[in-house]
Nanobody
Framework: QVDLVESGGRLVQPGGSLGLSCVASGQSIRHLDMAWFRQAPGKEREFVAA????????YYGDSVKGRFTVSRDNAKNTAFLQLNSLKFEDTAVYYCAADRSGRSAKILAGDMDWWGKGTLVTVSP
């Protein structure tokens, strides 16, 4: 069992930046792929970014490519998401998730083993 707790969500102006953290407990994330998803009001959940257990491979959703950066610190059992050049449409609850399968297709489909409860990011003047 892995418990994931996201933090860092807040109100930010368009064009601004924000850093989200996801702290894991229960077991080491050293061999887990980590990912971020988001869900805006009235919309379906959307894949944002993922990083392999080694940190060597990253994936990004088309809408955030070039603006967001996913990273991890296995020693701190933490994953991160840096959000830059924020837009109104980035407003959503951001969820951290972990997966042990090692299969990118599963991760990109949102079929993750563990989920956090989310942190709210609001982009507004």
């Amino acid at each position: 069992q892995v418990d994931l707790v996201e933090s860092g969500g807040r109100l930010v102006q368009p064009g601004g930046s924000l850093g989200l953290s996801c702290v894991a407990s229960g077991q080491s994330i050293r061999h887990l792929d980590m990912a971020w998803f988001r869900q805006a009001p009235g919309k379906e959940r959307e894949f944002v970014a993922a990083i392999s257990w080694s940190g060597d491979t990253t994936y990004y959703g088309d809408s955030v490519k070039g603006r967001f950066t996913v990273s991890r610190d296995n020693a701190k059992n933490t994953a991160f998401l840096q959000l830059n050049s924020l837009k109104f449409e980035d407003t959503a609850v951001y969820y951290c998730a972990a997966d042990r399968s090692g299969r990118s297709a599963k991760i990109l489909a949102g079929d993750m083993d563990w989920w956090g409860k989310g942190t709210l990011v609001t982009v507004s003047p």
